[in-house]
T-cell receptor, first 116, second 111 residues
Framework: GAVVSQHPSRVICKSGTSVKIECRSLDFQATTMFWYRQFPKQSLMLMATSNEGSKATYEQGVEKDKFLINHASLTLSTLTVTSAHPEDSSFYIC????????????FGPGTRLLVL | KQEVTQIPAALSVPEGENLVLNCSFTDSAIYNLQWFRQDPGKGLTSLLLIQSSQREQTSGRLNASLDKSSGRSTLYIAASQPGDSATYLCAVTSNTGKLIFGQGTTLQVKP
């Protein structure tokens, strides 16, 4: 089956620093990648949708200057949390889809971010 | 706006019981519906995907049904085991390709 990896799996950083999270599709080319965040005991909330070679589309209420998304190739998307604050601490999960709207999204294992 | 609701929020059953998890959605214009499993602190594992034209899907002890017209899906787990303890998430794919998740049902199966 299709595999999506995320790196790092866990990161602890100081308030004010920036953190980059990578999402890779290992055995397929992903035209579209999605970024979600999940707070404890809550469900996944879509943050943004990124298509290879174009700007990401952010969901309402998500600051695009705060959460920078780059999808420079068909196998890699990155999420950079800029000037992180403790309230940004969360579980960030990416998913990747090959091409068509109705196709399965394959999820990464998630990245736990803790901002001190 | 599509909304997905899962009932119950939490469920505790003794080992061996059959159980049903419920999912409802407000907009029937969906591409498909998926059931996921999430263990604490982990990512998502896809269990079953039902296309909008399908009524059900089965995998081992799991059976998922879909009634698109009424906006309902159920996940049936037969002969539950302690290893089934996890959070189960239902998600629908909208016509724009976005996955919209329910809040999940946290299942505990007691030995």
């Amino acid at each position: 089956g299709a595999v999506v990896s995320q790196h790092p799996s866990r990161v602890i950083c100081k308030s004010g620093t920036s953190v980059k999270i990578e999402c890779r599709s290992l055995d397929f080319q992903a035209t579209t990648m999605f970024w979600y965040r999940q707070f404890p005991k809550q469900s996944l909330m879509l943050m943004a949708t990124s298509n290879e070679g174009s700007k990401a589309t952010y969901e309402q209420g998500v600051e695009k200057d705060k959460f920078l998304i780059n999808h420079a190739s068909l196998t890699l998307s990155t999420l950079t949390v800029t000037s992180a604050h403790p309230e940004d601490s969360s579980f960030y999960i990416c998913s990747a889809r090959q091409r068509l709207v109705g196709e399965t999204q394959y999820f990464g294992p998630g990245t736990r971010l803790l901002v001190l | 706006k599509q909304e997905v609701t899962q009932i119950p929020a939490a469920l505790s059953v003794p080992e061996g019981e059959n159980l049903v998890l419920n999912c409802s959605f407000t907009d029937s214009a969906i591409y498909n519906l998926q059931w996921f499993r999430q263990d604490p602190g982990k990512g998502l594992t896809s269990l079953l995907l039902i296309q909008s034209s399908q009524r059900e899907q089965t995998s081992g002890r799991l059976n998922a049904s879909l009634d698109k017209s009424s906006g309902r899906s159920t996940l049936y787990i037969a002969a539950s085991q302690p290893g089934d303890s996890a959070t189960y998430l239902c998600a629908v794919t909208s016509n724009t390709g976005k996955l919209i998740f329910g809040q999940g049902t946290t299942l505990q199966v007691k030995p």
